[in-house]
């Protein structure tokens, strides 16, 4: 009976080739287009998330304790706690690479402006295994010259002193015994991370360089960790507290709320989506559904006068709109992986646009994201306007009375 | 009321009301009466409007009657739900229509096989029955056609197939004849009356053409929904 069943959803499918074909079309661009949505702003929220975690917090940072309110040089992490972290990180297996970094505020000025700066001592070797730092530069080279006297800075901070590769900045601050300190430096890279913080504000300086400059024998502001499985920062970050409880642990998420905030609008993203989805689809196929069934009364009349329970015909007609929005949903699934894939492995390349996604520290060149939650929530909301569609369909078939129907010659 | 197991068929005292609106009825039959045997051949006639398909449409549980009882077989079909009303008609009543009423996307043998299909026979019991039927009918070579590719007679002689093969218990035909020629119709109703003989199954077909009242066993004449005349042979 499945057979005959299938027979007469096809069939009656067939007989209105062009409605279905639209139909199936309709649910395929709309998935098409709503996949690539979702797809690639999920990129750019994971690629701005991925750029804060490589140049700045890592999957989790350690801070002394009350840095994060008084950004002092006496809120550092003390040498004794560095070298006891040191141990506790070098022995972590779940850690793929930590950095420690030196950070004041301070002022940054050429001959012609000055901006407020966070000038940062890093070591630039292990900023490279650590967050690929060398891969943002843009301009000038990856180092701070033979003497140390280099410095890289943001670009958007580049822009604003009007200073480029091989110019000379001057940077003030207060050392730790609260001495205003000056050191003159020369641009030797400029790098772009679209993490805005650091694009505008930064000046990265050699660590050893930065220690003499802010009289800093001992202790690090700020230490960097980057996981290997990022699933696992909740239970690291737990560990790190009880084992340093004099330091202050913090998640990327923690450093950088607006990003997670980029997440929890993606959701809410996926979720319009869905029900745009289920919309769409459910407007189409009830639109044809609808139509079939009033075309058909007198069939149905038939199946139900020579015994065919209520359940066959709403196995028929569930069949047809089952077959449309599956059709509709494979077909624009199909499509859409394939665009995301390309856009995944090639990126897609909005340069054209890049000054006003510099603006929202965001990437030209996005790349895509395939979840298999798209997939899912796309299939369920098909299913759902499939059984919503058959559910009026079927209520009109009712009130149309079918057995009487076939009366009327 | 206990059905009394003699008779195949019992039309009790059936009346139907028509209501188009709340002040206006319309009595489509009056107080029918009338007792059916397994494997009669009987015509019910009658003038146009006499009341003829309402009463087959009641006894086949397609329509309610607004008074009296139904019983076949020994069973009270008055007042079944629509499931099982659905399953009588399936396991047990078979329905040839004036206007043949073919499923339009299915093959000759797919409709004959459709109610087989649907009371759970195999593909094979389907197929041999099908097969069956149709030479019996001289539509063996028709049955891969789709019904739009037939002919009106040879439409009925499919629909005719599809009421017979499941082994009903009773067949109800509404003026199958009406849309045919007149030898065309009589070649209907004698494959009919040789499927009532060979089959057993009892046949009810309505009809106001004289030639093919006149092939009937029994005749039951109708007139402004009243049973005026029940002749038997």
């Given at each position: 009976m499945f057979r005959t069943i299938?027979?007469?959803?096809?069939?009656?499918?067939?007989?209105r080739t062009t409605r279905s074909l639209m139909v199936v079309t309709m649910i395929c661009l709309s998935l098409w287009g709503l996949?690539?949505?979702?797809?690639?702003?999920?990129?750019?929220?994971?690629?701005?998330?991925?750029?804060?975690?490589?140049?700045d917090s890592g999957h989790v940072s350690l801070f002394g304790q009350g840095y994060r309110l008084d950004a002092s040089l006496d809120n550092r992490i003390k040498g004794s706690d560095t070298a006891k972290l040191e141990k506790f990180l070098d022995s972590?297996?779940?850690?793929?690479?930590?950095?420690?970094?030196?950070?004041?505020?301070?002022?940054?000025?050429?001959?012609?402006?000055?901006?407020?700066?966070?000038?940062?001592g890093v070591n630039l070797r292990r900023e490279k295994g650590h967050g690929r730092l060398e891969d943002y530069l843009v301009q000038?080279?990856?180092?701070?010259?033979?003497?140390?006297?280099?410095?890289?800075?943001?670009?958007?901070?580049?822009?604003?002193?009007?200073?480029?590769?091989?110019?000379?900045?001057?940077?003030?601050?207060?050392?730790?015994?609260?001495?205003?300190?000056?050191?003159?430096?020369?641009?030797?890279g400029i790098i772009k991370t679209n993490n805005l913080r650091l694009d505008e504000t930064t000046v990265f300086m050699d660590i050893a360089a930065a220690r003499k400059f802010l009289g800093v024998e001992h202790g690090v502001t700020q230490v960097a960790v980057m996981l290997r499985d990022n699933q696992q920062t909740a239970g690291f970050q737990a560990g790190l507290r009880q084992a340093f409880s004099r330091l202050e642990v913090l998640r990327w998420d923690e450093m950088y709320p607006a990003l997670l905030q980029s997440r929890v609008i993606m959701n809410g993203f996926s979720l319009v989506v869905s029900l745009m989805i289920f919309g769409i689809a459910g407007i189409g196929i009830l639109g044809v559904m609808l139509v079939s069934v009033l075309e058909r009364v007198r069939e149905f009349g038939i199946m139900l006068a020579i015994g065919t329970g209520f359940g066959r015909l709403r196995a028929i007609i569930m069949t047809e709109s089952l077959l449309m929005g599956v059709t509709g949903f494979l077909a624009?699934?199909?499509?859409?992986?394939?665009?995301?894939?390309?856009?995944?492995?090639?990126?897609?390349?909005?340069?054209?646009?890049?000054?006003?996604?510099?603006?929202?520290?965001?990437?030209?060149?996005?790349?895509?994201?395939?979840?298999?939650?798209?997939?899912?929530?796309?299939?369920?909301?098909?299913?759902?306007?499939?059984l919503v569609s058959m559910f009026f369909s079927l209520r009109i078939l009712r009130k149309s009375k079918p057995i009487e129907v076939i009366n009327e010659i | 009321m206990t059905p009394v197991m003699t008779e195949f068929l019992q039309i009790r005292q059936i009346s139907k009301l028509y209501q188009p609106d709340k002040e206006v009825e319309v009595p489509a039959l009056d107080n029918i009466n009338l007792s059916i045997e397994k494997g009669e051949f009987v015509v019910i006639s009658g003038p146009s409007g006499s009341g003829k398909t309402t009463l087959l449409n009641i006894i086949g549980g397609l329509d309610l009657p607004t008074e009296g009882q139904i019983i076949l077989d020994g069973k009270l079909l008055t007042g079944l739900a629509e499931r099982e009303l659905a399953g009588i008609r399936r396991d047990h009543i078979g329905f040839v229509f004036q206007a043949y009423n073919l499923l339009p996307v299915l093959t000759a043998r797919e409709n004959i096989e459709y109610v087989m299909k649907l009371q759970g026979r195999?593909?094979?019991?389907?197929?041999?029955?099908?097969?069956?039927?149709?030479?019996?009918?001289?539509?063996?070579?028709l049955l891969d056609k789709l019904p739009h590719q037939l002919s009106g007679g040879q439409q009925q002689r499919v629909a005719v197939a599809r009421?017979?093969?499941?082994?009903?218990?009773?067949?109800?035909?509404?003026?199958?004849?009406?849309?045919?020629?007149?030898?065309?119709?009589?070649?209907?109703?004698?494959?009919?009356?040789?499927?009532?003989?060979?089959?057993?199954?009892?046949?009810?077909?309505?009809?106001?053409?004289?030639?093919?009242?006149?092939?009937?066993?029994?005749?039951?004449?109708?007139?402004?929904?009243?049973?005026?005349?029940?002749?038997?042979?």
């Open positions: 299938v027979k007469i959803a096809w069939a009656s499918l067939r007989r996949f690539l949505m979702e797809g690639i702003y999920d990129g750019m929220t994971e690629q701005m998330i991925a750029n804060a975690i490589r140049s972590d297996p779940r850690i793929s690479s930590w950095v420690k970094r030196l950070k004041q505020q301070g002022l940054v000025a050429t001959a012609h402006y000055s901006r407020n700066t966070v000038i940062s000038g080279e990856y180092g701070f010259g033979r003497q140390a006297k280099g410095a890289i800075i943001g670009f958007k901070l580049a822009e604003k002193l009007k200073v480029s590769i091989g110019g000379k900045i001057i940077l003030t601050a207060q050392d730790l015994h609260s001495e205003v300190t000056a050191t003159a430096l020369r641009v030797t624009g699934a199909f499509c859409g992986w394939l665009s995301l894939l390309y856009f995944k492995i090639y990126g897609l390349d909005l340069t054209v646009f890049s000054a006003a996604f510099n603006e929202f520290g965001m990437d030209a060149v996005t790349h895509a994201i395939i979840r298999p939650d798209y997939f899912v929530n796309a299939f369920v909301s098909i299913i759902f306007a499939v | 195999s593909r094979e019991k389907c197929r041999a029955r099908s097969l069956m039927v149709a030479e019996k009918l001289g539509i063996a070579s009421a017979v093969a499941p082994t009903p218990k009773l067949v109800l035909a509404d003026e199958p004849t009406a849309n045919l020629d007149s030898k065309s119709a009589a070649a209907l109703i004698d494959m009919m009356e040789k499927l009532n003989r060979e089959e057993g199954v009892t046949i009810i077909f309505s009809s106001h053409d004289p030639l093919v009242i006149a092939k009937a066993r029994r005749s039951v004449v109708l007139k402004d929904g009243k049973l005026v005349t029940d002749i038997c042979e």
